[in-house]
């Protein structure tokens, strides 16, 4: 089965930073990557699929490129609201995997 | 609106079966793929299983084949997990999504606010 890594597994950094939170696979899977951000105690949200198309409603400030086995999620600009665990996850064919998480909070 | 509503999850003992349920409403249920997701206590996210829009076909991770069985009625705009020899690193939150696009995988836009699953004697 196809591993996803993430990197780093936490940051703090201060508001209006640019955030960059990486993903791999160990093998390649296209673009199909999707990221989630999931708040304290709250249910995970849709941020990004096909490894670089918004979710509608998501903050543009977010964005999401990369292929193959490589890609990254950037926050342009970080927020307080932006406080949170985000996890990418591959849909190429089952299983499904996410990754182990990059939590972000605020220096 | 579109929602999903888990229920059926509480605490088991090691070695019996509990039964999740996923009410879905707000969308065209039978077009979509969907999926159990779960979380163990202060741990990160799990896919568990999905089932295609039709039913026809599911996939597990490796951590519940054979002891899981992901099942929908589409007339009852309902998913189901039927999960067997329960063990204590099954205990957690689950939920369960919707995919995005009709028909294949596509990530995730759709989740409930999850049932809580105690397996312990």
């Known amino acids: 089965d196809i591993q996803m890594t993430q990197s780093p597994s936490s940051l703090s950094a201060s508001v209006g930073d640019r955030v960059t939170i990486t993903c791999r696979a160990s093998q390649g899977i296209s673009n199909y990557l999707a990221w989630y951000q999931q708040k304290p105690g709250k249910v995970p949200k849709l941020l990004i699929y096909a490894a670089s198309t918004l979710q509608s409603g998501v903050p543009s400030r977010f964005s999401g490129s990369g292929s193959g086995t490589d890609f990254t999620l950037t926050i342009t600009s970080l927020q307080p609201e932006d406080v949170a665990t985000y996890y990418c996850q591959k849909y190429n064919s089952a299983p499904f995997t996410f990754g182990p998480g990059t939590k972000v909070d605020i220096k | 609106q579109v929602q999903l509503v888990e229920s059926g999850g509480g605490v088991v003992q090691p070695g019996r079966s509990l039964r999740l349920s996923c009410a879905a409403s707000g969308f065209t249920f039978s077009n979509y793929g969907m999926h159990w997701v779960r979380q163990a206590p202060g741990k990160g996210l799990e896919w568990v299983a999905i089932?295609?829009?039709?039913?026809?076909?599911?996939y597990y991770t490796d951590a519940v084949k054979g002891r899981f069985t992901i099942s929908r009625d589409n007339s009852k705009n309902t998913m189901f997990l039927q999960m067997n020899s329960l063990r204590a690193e099954d205990t957690g939150v689950y939920y369960c999504?919707?995919?995005?696009?009709?028909?294949?995988?596509?990530?995730?836009?759709?989740w409930g606010h999850g049932t809580t699953v105690t397996v312990s004697s």
């Open positions: 089932i295609w829009h039709e039913g026809s076909i599911q």
């Open positions: 999504a919707k995919d995005l696009v009709m028909a294949v995988p596509y990530g995730m836009d759709v």
